[in-house]
């Protein structure tokens, strides 16, 4: 489905001319395409799967945002305003992320679902995270509220 959203949108900027979205998209398609390709050594023939693509967007928001930081100390401002019209192109592929209130209500949840009670457990809670919220939520963060929940 993301695949075709993509060629879709790539379809409809290239109608509106709007070089910005061409570009975004042209490199998204490219990072797919190479993802797919280091696939196939794993013995992936169809493409990497919704849950791949997802965690790759969230990659290529995570390199915007911290560029953004490097041309504003560097006072490129014209530099991080791209990255950011960049990072809009990008998100709009991307299912709704979870605000903090929303991912600690999901780490809860899980972290007595799967009766997890210590620290040596956050592997297998971030595992499962990473299943079920594929794309939605910050891992990062998450990483950090889980070490929390679980030292308590």
């Known amino acids: 489905m993301l695949r075709q959203q993509l060629n879709e949108a790539f379809k409809e900027a290239m109608r509106a001319k709007n070089q910005r979205a061409i570009a975004t998209i042209r490199l998204i398609m490219a990072a797919l395409k190479d993802r797919d390709i280091a ?45 950011q019209e960049e990072i ?23 972290v007595s679902e799967m009766g ?8 297998r809670v971030m595992a499962e995270l990473r299943a079920r919220y594929a794309g939605r939520m910050d891992f990062a963060k998450a990483s950090g509220l889980v070490r929390e929940k679980l030292a308590c």
């Open 88 to 110: 809009v192109i990008i998100e709009g592929f991307m299912p709704k992320q979870l605000d903090e209130t929303e991912t600690r209500a999901a780490i809860s949840e899980l």
């Open 39 to 83: 696939a196939r050594s794993r013995g992936v023939t169809d493409g990497i799967d919704e849950t791949e693509i997802l965690s790759m967007l969230q990659t290529m928001v995570k390199q915007r945002r911290e560029a953004i930081d490097l041309y504003e100390q560097g006072g490129r401002l014209e530099l991080a305003q791209q990255e």
């Open 116 to 123: 997890a009670s210590s620290v040596k457990d956050m592997g």
